[in-house]
T-cell receptor
Framework: DAKTTQPPSMDCAEGRAANLPCNHS???????VYWYRQIHSQGPQYIIH???NNETNEMASLIITEDRKSSTLILPHATLRDTAVYYC??????????FGAGTRLTVKP | DAGVIQSPRHEVTEMGQEVTLRCKPI?????LFWYRQTMMRGLELLIY????????DSGMPEDRFSAKMPNASFSTLKIQPSEPRDSAVYFC?????????????FGPGTRLLVL
């Protein structure tokens, strides 16, 4: 029972912003939106998370719509090293975290 | 901190053999998670511990799989007997509770091939 919907793949030009969408229309009021990414052969890496406010850190920005039914992860200046599978996860407690298929982002030179 | 440490990084074994995967979480983290990743099923949570106590093992596929956490700095995932369908990458992750939220930090994984 997937809680999120993501496009299976996206391309982005190097140096441009990568905007990765995620739909989570059944999100509950106390559930957070988490983003992880997995670069080939490595363990998943935490990127960012938020509840209802937009968040920004050194890696990315997270924009959550006012109704919280969708969000967008923004990598402001994508590099080749950002090529990875990006997972959007909706969860209250980390122990309930379930990874879906994610979006395979390919950054092209 | 060295991050989450897993060993071995690669394991090749024959069907029927016992396999033991090891994990050292980040110091101070009180949650530990075991995941399995395959092409067919993606990344699956197998079991997780809080303060060395198993909290949810509903993802453990069958009785051939067992996990222990004898202390805060060490956990094992054992498969006995192993089968070819157990071939996968096994990840360990750890986290600490900050408020009600925890961020999981993953290890590099153990690549298991059962022949």
């Amino acid at each position: 029972d997937a809680k999120t919907t993501q496009p299976p793949s996206m391309d982005c030009a190097e140096g441009r912003a990568a905007n990765l969408p995620c739909n989570h229309s059944t999100i509950s009021g106390n559930e957070y939106v988490y983003w992880y990414r997995q670069i080939h052969s490595q363990g998943p890496q935490y990127i960012i998370h938020g509840l209802k406010n937009n968040e920004t850190n050194e890696m990315a920005s997270l924009i959550i719509t006012e109704d919280r039914k969708s969000s967008t992860l923004i990598l402001p200046h994508a590099t080749l090293r950002d090529t990875a599978v990006y997972y959007c996860i909706v969860v209250y407690r980390s122990g309930d975290m379930r990874f879906g298929a994610g979006t395979r982002l390919t950054v092209k030179p | 901190d060295a991050g989450v440490i897993q060993s071995p990084r690669h394991e090749v074994t024959e069907m029927g053999q016992e396999v033991t995967l090891r994990c050292k979480p980040i110091s101070g983290h009180d949650y530990l998670f075991w995941y399995r990743q395959t092409m067919m099923r993606g990344l699956e949570l197998l079991i997780y511990f809080n303060n060395n106590v198993p909290i949810d093992d509903s993802g453990m596929p069958e009785d051939r799989f067992s996990a222990k956490m004898p202390n805060a700095s060490f956990s094992t995932l054992k498969i006995q007997p192993s089968e070819p369908r157990d071939s996968a990458v096994y990840f360990c992750a750890s986290s600490f509770l900050a408020g009600v939220q925890e961020t999981q930090y993953f290890g590099p994984g153990t690549r298991l091939l059962v022949l």
